[in-house]
């Protein structure tokens, strides 16, 4: 069973459009979780059941529009890339992507 935070983050991950990005830190304020951006990634990483293959993880990067590193996982990297790439996110020659066109802003109710 998941905790309470790790449901939150997950049903924002899963309100992200496609074609659309949002930052860690982005996610844990609208989960209510403020200045809690590594729980999201540790949340993400732990995505592994059958049930949680709606979660659109590869739609969460850093603040610096940056796909982040994970420790010795350079195929995730590689899949989140291409994941977005197919979405029609683009990224710059440095591997960033600009927030300022690509961040999701979620729309009040």
Do not use: C, K
């Given at each position: 069973?998941?905790?309470p935070a790790?449901?939150?983050i997950?049903?924002?991950?899963?309100?992200?459009?496609?074609?659309?990005?949002?930052?860690?830190?982005?996610?844990a304020?609208?989960?209510?979780?403020p200045?809690?951006?590594?729980?999201?990634?540790y949340?993400l990483?732990?995505?592994?059941?059958?049930?949680?293959?709606?979660?659109?993880?590869?739609?969460?990067?850093?603040?610096?529009?940056?796909?982040?590193?994970?420790?010795?996982?350079?195929?995730?990297?590689?899949?989140?890339?291409?994941?977005?790439?197919?979405?029609?996110?683009?990224?710059?020659?440095?591997?960033?992507?600009?927030?300022t066109?690509?961040?999701?802003?979620?729309?009040?109710?």
């Open positions: 069973m998941r905790s790790y449901r939150a997950y049903d924002i991950v899963r309100r992200i459009p496609r074609g659309r990005v949002a930052t860690y830190g982005q996610v304020t609208l989960a209510g979780l200045g809690r951006a590594r729980q999201v990634g949340a990483h732990a995505l592994r059941d059958p049930e949680d293959r709606d979660v659109p993880w590869h739609r969460v990067i850093n603040a610096r529009g940056e796909i982040s590193p994970r420790a010795g996982a350079g195929l995730e990297e590689h899949a989140q890339h291409q994941l977005l790439q197919a979405e029609g996110v683009t990224f710059d020659p440095h591997g960033r992507v600009d927030l066109r690509a961040r999701w802003e979620l729309e009040a109710p």
